[in-house]
């Protein structure tokens, strides 16, 4: 017991010993450092209202209100503009627009929303009308065609998917989407859209 009681004691005083030599220097870098970070934040204070008598709006910024929706370039043709103004955004999903042209013959524009979905085709293009602007309806939509030239709009297919893709196939337009699993196609010519 004698000899674990002295070998305590040697690492008691060698412990001691080690702290007395370190201590003084721990301290030394803690009030130095304390005093730097008050040195760096009494130079920014002094800089701070400094520029605020020099410059006296600095650092005032007004949030910018909301401005009212307008209207904006949508589509453009020889024979037709369309112009667009946001309604209203879905979080995570579609925005809705009122859409109107000019020269106003299209006027089936003015009374619907549509997405900012536009494929120019056979003189005309084809929009994303929407048949709701209820969250927990969509998608909910119709393929529609506007004819440039007579302002008509042509209903064309009633698509209830997020995953549908339009694109050039041959001599016409390939449609396709997924509906519950199950995919769909709709094949458009230029007689399709113009003529029936």
Not at 29 to 36: A, D, I, K, P
Not at 93 to 119: H, M, Q, S, T, V
Request: glycine share 6%.
């Amino acid at each position: 017991m004698s000899q674990q009681s002295s070998s305590n004691k040697i690492l008691n005083w060698i412990w001691t010993g080690i702290f007395s030599v370190f201590y003084p220097i721990i301290m030394a870098f803690s009030l130095l450092f304390v005093g730097v970070v008050w040195v760096f934040s009494t130079l920014s204070w002094m800089l701070t209202s400094l520029v605020r008598k020099v410059f006296p709006k600095v650092g005032k910024e007004v949030a910018p209100r909301p401005t009212a929706p307008s209207w904006q370039s949508f589509f453009k043709s020889d024979h037709l503009r369309i112009e667009r103004m946001l309604k209203e955004e879905i979080m995570f999903g579609p925005a809705y627009y009122k859409l109107r042209a000019i020269p106003n013959n299209a006027e089936a524009l003015a009374k619907d929303f549509f997405g900012d979905f536009k494929y120019p085709c056979f003189d005309g293009v084809l929009l994303q009308k929407f048949n709701t602007v209820i969250p927990k309806e969509l998608p909910d939509f119709d393929l529609v065609f506007l004819n440039l030239k007579t302002g008509q709009l042509k209903y064309i297919e009633t698509i209830k998917s997020f995953s549908w893709n339009v694109e050039e196939s041959g001599r016409g337009i390939m449609v396709t989407w997924q509906d519950e699993g199950e995919q769909y196609e709709l094949r458009l010519t230029q007689e399709r859209l113009l003529h029936a």
